[in-house]
């Protein structure tokens, strides 16, 4: 029986983590497209901020819809349909023929994904083992990483097809998206959720101070994500372009140097591993978060001063990679569904990640244009303060939840 119990928590896994793949995929895909798209569509920075932002912006609505649909007919209840929506919307993505075409099908797209956020991590902890419930989220996690590095892999290679490559690049997308379909068809419900659903008590966890959660946990599971997002959305999205612009002058070492900064995250996710549910969630996402502020300040301060060595800037980004990964970039997604109760926890999770994606969407708009402005140092440092406002928001507000029973 434990032997089943076991291969049944991997088989979740799994299911979940591919969604998790699909958003990593999509999102690190759209960094590689900016290069071809920019000089072929004559891209202005507001074009970059519609391109990079619209897909976010759509994840922002998505993630609540996603969260309170889950907790109201059950996790399930969706879990099939938006990786349908993700496929769709990834090969609408591939006929788009301008830019404001291109930003709908994003949009869409992106509801897809949000809508995914909440129910792959909250389906995930529900039938994960107390004891070991942190590890397996954080495996999940990792699945994002390394969509992220298998689409900066494929989008260098795509580069060799010349100015149209960009579509076969989110048309790749539907392929994991057909992968993802497959392995989910076949999932139960969630026991716990089916467990609460039996009691009634579905339909009032909003009245009941108990289980709506205070204002200091809505706070400490929402603010320090927005903070986390604004550093890890402007990365993830524009790095290739940032790498050009501190030294790298050729697109295809852009590109392999995007690929080669998202593999390291594996240094900090080993960290997250091997501590997460021994010294749990909190100290991992403070820690994480200074280290995050530090290795931005390393490559902006550097960078006010005229172009940094690449020494310097491996080592800053270096540094912010490990610490992102070893705590905020991993804890921050765990919170939401350990901190509240079952009847609300896909909703939690939801409004929690649109807190994250406003922070995402906001960073999308501004980036190109404070790049242009200021230029790239002012913005790694204003990325750097945001970090050590989620470090210092953690510290006053957070609550331990490792090895908690959810039930």
């Known amino acids: 029986m434990a032997d089943k119990e076991n291969l049944a928590s991997w088989r979740v896994l799994l299911a979940a983590g591919m969604g998790n793949f699909l ?3 999509d999102l690190t895909i759209v960094g590689v497209v900016m290069i071809v798209l920019k000089p072929l569509w004559h891209l202005s920075p507001e074009g970059l901020s519609l391109l990079g932002g619209s ?12 969260g309170f649909i889950s907790d109201r007919f059950g996790r399930k209840s969706i879990f099939l349909l938006d990786i349908v929506g993700f496929v769709g919307g990834a090969l609408l993505c591939g006929l788009a023929s301008g830019i404001w075409m291109l930003a709908l099908f994003r949009f869409i797209l992106g509801l897809a994904i949000g809508a995914d956020y909440p129910l792959s991590s909250t389906y995930l902890a529900e039938c994960a083992p107390a004891e070991t419930r942190g590890r397996f989220m954080s495996l999940s996690l990792g699945f994002w990483m390394a969509g992220a590095i298998v689409s900066a892999l494929v989008g260098f290679v795509l580069l060799g097809l010349g100015p149209y490559s960009w579509r076969w690049m989110f048309v790749s997308g539907a392929i994991p998206g057909v992968i993802v379909l497959a392995l989910r068809a076949k999932l139960p419900e969630s026991p716990l959720w089916k467990k609460v659903k ?4 579905l339909q009032s966890p909003w009245k009941d101070p108990n289980r709506g959660g205070s204002i200091r946990l809505w706070a400490f599971v929402c603010l320090p994500r927005f903070c986390l997002d604004l550093t890890g959305y402007a990365l993830h999205i524009y790095l290739p372009l940032l790498l050009l612009g501190l030294g790298l002058r050729d697109t295809h070492a852009s590109v392999f140097g995007n690929a080669a900064f998202l593999s390291i995250f594996v240094f900090g996710w080993a960290i997250n591993l091997i501590f997460i549910d021994r010294i749990g969630r909190l100290r991992l996402q403070i ?22 060595s690449m020494a310097v800037t491996v080592v800053g980004l270096v540094l912010y990679q490990i610490a992102n990964f070893a705590g905020p970039g991993i804890t921050s997604w765990m919170l939401p569904v350990e901190v509240f109760p079952t009847e ?5 999770q939801g409004i929690s990640t649109a807190f994250a994606h406003a922070g995402g969407v906001l ?4 980036l190109p244009l404070s790049v242009h402005h200021f230029g790239v140092g002012r913005t790694l440092l204003l990325l750097s303060v945001a970090a050590l406002v989620g470090a ?9 939840t490792a090895k908690i029973r959810l039930d």
């Open 392 to 400: 210092l928001l953690s510290i006053f507000l957070g609550v331990e």
């Open 23 to 25: 958003d990593g995929y």
């Open 287 to 308: 820690v994480g978060f200074f280290g995050d502020a530090i290795g931005l300040g390393i490559v902006g301060f550097a960078a006010l001063s005229g172009q940094p």
């Open 344 to 348: 609300l926890r896909g909703a939690a």
């Open 198 to 201: 039996s009691t009634s008590r």
């Open 363 to 366: 960073v999308a708009i501004i």
């Open 55 to 66: 897909a976010v912006a759509g994840s922002l609505c998505g993630a609540p819809l996603g």
